[in-house]
C-alpha cells in the first residue's frame, strides 16, 4: 500500500494492473473489504476493470463466503464484455463445494462445458474434496474419477489422495490399497500424506501390523525421518 499510496501523490496514475495486484493483495490476506473499496475507487477514475480484476474479486469474495456478491461480479463481468473464464469458474465452485452447494457446483461445472470452457485438474480437485468431505457421496466420486480417467486427465497426487482418503473413511482399505498400486502404475508417486491416510485408517481398525508395515516402507522411501 505505501508505494500505491506514493504512486499516487508523485502524481504517478496507478493504471489497471496496478490496482489488480493491489486488489489481489488484499483477497489473498483476506481483507476482501478494501479489495472492494479499490474497485469502486477505480470506477470513480473511469477506469475499466479486465478479466484478472473481476477474478481476483471473485475468488476473494468466495473465500470468504460472500458468494451472493461474487455471482453479481458474474453478471456485471458479462454486461462489461469479460467472458468468464476456468480461473472464474474454479473460484465459483470452490466457494460452492466449501459451503455444502454440492448440486449447484455440479450444475456450474455442466455449465462451463456447455460454454466450451473445460474443466481442469484444479476443478475436478475441488469437486472430488467436496464430494468426500463436505457430502460423503463416494458414489459420486467414484463416478466423477473414473469419468476424468476416461477422458484422458492425468491425476495428480492430490487427487489420488482425496480419492484414496474417501475410501479409507468408509473402512474401504482393499480398494485404498487398489488405488495407491492404480497410482504407482500411472506414474504418480505416493506422498507422505498418502502413507498418512492409510495408516490412519489401519489403526484404527485394528491392524497395527499393516499399519507397521507401510510406516516401514514410509521410512524406507524417504518420507518420514527416523
Known sequence: THVFNAMCLMEVTPDVCSYNIMLNGFCKIKRVDEALNLYKEMHQKNMVPNTVTYNSLIDGLCKSGRISYAWDLIDEMHDRGHHANVITYNSLINGLCKNGQLDKAIALINKMKDQGIQPDMYTLNI???????????????????????????????????????????????????????????????????????????????????KAEKLLCEMIARGLLKR
Do not use: W
Open 127 to 209: 469437486l472430488l474434496h467436496g464430494l468426500l468431505c463436505k457430502g460423503k457421496r463416494l458414489k459420486n466420486a467414484q463416478g466423477l474419477f473414473q469419468d476424468l480417467l476416461d477422458k484422458g486427465y492425468h491425476p495428480n497426487v492430490y487427487t489420488y489422495n482425496i480419492i484414496i482418503y474417501g475410501h479409507c473413511k468408509e473402512g474401504l482399505l482393499d480398494e485404498a490399497y487398489a488405488l495407491q498400486s492404480k497410482m504407482e502404475d500411472s506414474g504418480c508417486s505416493p506422498n507422505a500424506i498418502t502413507f498418512k491416510i492409510i495408516i490412519c485408517a489401519l489403526l484404527e481398525k485394528g491392524e497395527t501390523d
